[in-house]
């Protein structure tokens, strides 16, 4: 058998180390693809590996289908992560590392639209960092496809509007008041 991982035991000692190291908690197929670090490990193992955990309170699913550790699977994952191979430890940390970058800017970049009684759309973008809120946008639009192509351009580069919106508001001139 390929890989390193060989037992339902060693499987469980790596979805345990999986959802230590996760930022927050995620669906089955982030914690499957997570898993897929060592070729040892088969589907249908895992999906039973998983629900066992889940079923002795190592961890918890939630109702949105969100996979999380608990005290409990914490202090078991302590234990016994130094029996997870070298190797494999490895390639987790270096996907772990790629999926928490996308879970911390998922959760620091918000897009969504709102349909307002009168046929119009709201698009609230919503820009986050470690410190706080940086910006939080609501802009009043026409059409759903308009909503739409906005959510979804912010989502791609919300750092170059929050640019362009500085450069705009630090670059002009406050026009006089005629008296």
């Known amino acids: ?31 499957w693809d997570l898993a897929m670090c060592d070729e040892g490990v088969d589907y249908f193992d895992f999906a039973e590996c998983l629900s066992d955990l889940v079923r002795t309170e190592h961890l918890t699913l939630s109702a949105d289908g969100l996979y999380a550790i608990t005290d409990k699977g914490l202090r078991n994952s302590r234990i016994c992560e130094s029996s997870l191979p070298y190797s494999v ?7 772990l590392a790629a999926c928490n970058r996308h879970l911390r800017r998922k959760s620091q970049v918000k897009a969504s639209t709102e349909k307002r009684p009168n046929g119009t759309y709201t698009v609230r973008l919503e820009l986050s960092d470690d410190m706080g809120s940086v910006m939080d946008l609501r802009l009043a639009i026409p059409r759903e496809d308009m909503a739409a192509m ?24 406050p026009e006089d008041e005629a008296p």
Request: with cysteine; hydrophobic share 40%.
């Open 89 to 95: 430890r490895l390639r987790c940390d270096k996907n």
């Open 150 to 173: 906005l959510t979804e351009r912010f989502q791609k580069s919300p750092e170059r509007l929050y640019g362009e919106i500085m450069r705009a508001l630090m670059s002009s001139e």
């Open 1 to 31: 058998m390929p890989g390193f991982i060989h037992d339902k035991l060693e499987i469980k000692f790596l979805i345990l180390y999986i959802t230590a190291r996760v930022i927050e908690p995620i669906p089955f197929d982030t914690v």
